[in-house]
């Protein structure tokens, strides 16, 4: 047995339906990830942080998962060169609101303030500026990484290309993040100047967002996933960009979501009600407005435990990106089959991706990327075969932080770096001791 304590427990993605049993090891120094690592009975073993990916990529049925949530230090911080150097537990959060008054963010963020430093690497998460900013792999400077003997290892870019590419985006396979050195983003004040305007259908939205991808640093759009006909693919378009403002950011009071909703509540004809209201929210002439960078990165942090919204058989999430040669053709294609189904719900995303991540299955190509959730039906498994195939028609690929059931066989040719990764694994961890239930449904 391992010497570190470890409890059973029962454990979800943020989207509730992809559940596992796994004795979870709480790490609170690189020593104890170290120690669960060279312990010949703690495998198969992967590390897990806030489990705010959607499906499997942080569980592991009857096998270990070391979180490393409660590693949270700071280590240092160069107020003029802005780099900082952190345990993987420190969250986006933590960033925003310790150093944003000081003048720095992460250069880049997910929609929630919850994630942790470490799974993101992990994941090499994307926020609503890629085209300029990238993805957070292109801000990491150095990771130290405790291999799965528990070896510890810097590694960067340049010294380490092949290790770093594959830990990058490698969801956790090629060991525990302990230790990450990352360039944040010089700021003008916390605050940001938002634009809003709706986009009548699908052309006028995506011609709307290839103009603001290059004019604006930040750019969103919610799509209405129910409209149809002439109104297919309607939505508002979101961008901003930073401006001077003295006031300090502050934590703002949360709603909570005290219940699993019923399922009933969750209907084609209570979220095309919401959506028509949500849509005319938006004055026809557009409207121009002053948010925190909290307000404008996080909305759905607003309410805490909103993935009880879907109720108890929880929810999805479907994210593709299509190459933009390709986009506009698929996203008519999967917008029809998706409003035909009538399961969307109203949390339906669209934003632009500019480049290539370093990793080698980093998520991020130049393309557009539209993120919907759908509640667990009868007919949900159906609707994202179909869509999975629309994705790859295109040249597309589904993102793994969302993804709870994407299958094996269609991993080579959505991911074509995919050999390169399979190779680095088998020389670094012939034994595979790193698995979660993604790696091995994934056949990773
Ligand atoms: C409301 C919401 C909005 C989101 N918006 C975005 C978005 O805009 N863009 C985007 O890219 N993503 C987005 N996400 C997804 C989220 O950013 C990623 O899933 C992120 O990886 C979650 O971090 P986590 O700490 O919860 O990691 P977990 O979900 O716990 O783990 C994610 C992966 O990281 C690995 N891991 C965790 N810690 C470590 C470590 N220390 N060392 C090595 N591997 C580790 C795990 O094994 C797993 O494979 C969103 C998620 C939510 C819930």
Redesign the pocket.
């Known amino acids: 047995m391992t010497d570190a304590p470890a409890t059973i427990q029962k454990l979800t993605g ?1 989207g509730r339906s992809s559940y596992a049993n796994s004795r979870v090891i709480e790490a609170k120094t690189t020593e104890q990830v170290v120690e669960a690592l060279r312990s010949p009975a703690a495998a198969p073993v ?9 499906g499997d ?2 569980l592991n049925e009857g096998g270990y998962l070391i979180r ?1 949530t409660g590693m949270k230090t700071v280590h240092s911080f160069d107020a003029d060169s802005g780099e900082i150097v952190i345990d ?1 537990g420190v969250t986006f959060g933590d960033l925003l609101y310790n150093y944003a008054s000081r003048g720095w963010i992460a250069p880049v963020t ?3 303030q ?3 430093l ?3 690497v ?2 090499d ?4 500026n890629h085209d300029h900013d990238g993805s957070i792999g292109d801000h990491v400077r150095w990771l130290e990484l405790a291999l799965p003997d528990g070896t510890l290892q810097r590694i960067d870019s340049s010294t380490t290309p092949d290790l770093f590419a594959a830990t990058v985006g490698g ?2 396979l090629t ?4 230790r990450i050195g990352l360039q944040m983003k010089r700021v003008p004040g916390a605050a940001l100047l938002v634009r809003e305007r709706r986009a009548a259908n699908l052309d006028e939205y995506l011609d709307a967002l290839q103009e603001a991808r290059t004019r604006c640093r930040y750019s969103v759009g919610w799509i209405d996933g129910l409209s149809t006909g002439r109104a297919l693919g309607r939505g508002i378009l979101e961008t901003a960009d930073h401006i001077e403002d003295p006031r300090p950011l502050r934590r703002r009071w949360r709603a909570h979501m005290p219940i699993d909703l019923p399922e009933l509540a969750f209907n084609s004809w209570s979220i095309g009600l919401f959506n028509r209201l949500y849509f005319q929210r938006i004055p026809a002439r557009g409207r121009e407005r002053r948010l925190d960078l909290a307000q404008f990165f996080y909305p ?2 607003a309410i805490s435990d909103w993935n009880r919204m879907y109720g108890r058989r929880g929810f999805v999430q479907f994210q593709c990106v299509i190459p933009d040669a390709q986009a506009r053709a698929a996203l008519h294609q999967l917008l029809a089959a998706i409003s035909a189904s009538g399961l969307a719900s109203f949390l339906a995303v669209i934003k632009t991706l500019g480049r290539a991540g370093v990793g080698f299955l980093s ?1 991020p190509t130049p393309g557009i990327t539209l993120a919907l959730d759908f509640p667990v039906r009868n007919n949900t498994a159906a609707l994202l075969d179909r869509l999975h195939g629309i994705t790859t028609d295109h040249g597309g690929r589904i ?1 793994l ?2 993804d709870s059931c994407v299958p094996a066989g269609l991993m080579p040719q959505m991911y074509p770096k995919l050999t390169q990764f399979r190779a680095l694994l088998g020389q670094l961890d012939p034994q595979r001791r790193m698995r ?1 239930d ?1 790696a091995h449904r994934l056949q990773l």
């Open positions: 943020w992967v590390a897990r942080g806030a489990g705010r990916s959607y990529a942080a490393t993987p997910p929609g929630t919850f994630a942790t470490g799974g993101s992990a994941n998460v994307h926020g609503k969801i956790g060991g525990v993040i302990t759905l942090d998520f993102y932080a969302k979660s993604m």
